[in-house]
Nanobody, 124 residues
């Protein structure tokens, strides 16, 4: 499974960005997908998860109500719509994939497949 994240950039606080994660290599029905982020000097943290086959979603408390994870099955692409962005959301954002197991999959070490990351910077 190969993942390619894109869509990061610089945005003012209160603004929006949409990240994309294009996936290639195999069918995604047996997979869970995740978004994680890592700020400078901090550990990688869970943001959101998506069970591909049924589009079930789960969010970290810090982003619930502001971020929305979705997928386009025809394009094998996952999205993260980020609204009401805050400076604390500044980080490199990564998408990841794993076979369906425990739900929700919130730990980075559960995911064997990772994209390269895309930088999101929110200015105050």
């Amino acid at each position: 499974v190969q993942l390619q994240a894109s869509g990061g950039g610089l945005v003012q606080a209160g603004g929006s960005l949409r990240l994309s994660c294009a996936v290639s290599g195999r069918t995604l029905d047996p997979y869970d997908m995740g978004w994680f982020r890592q700020a400078l000097g901090k550990e990688r943290e869970f943001v959101a998860a998506l069970r591909w086959s049924v589009a079930s979603t789960y969010y970290a408390g810090s982003v619930r109500g502001r971020f929305t994870v979705s997928r386009d099955a025809a394009e094998n692409t996952m999205f993260l719509q980020m609204n009401s962005l805050e400076p604390e959301d500044t980080a490199i954002y990564y998408c990841a994939a794993k076979l369906n197991q425990r739900w929700p999959p919130r730990q980075p070490n559960e995911y064997p497949y990772w994209g390269q990351g895309t930088l999101v910077t929110v200015s105050s």
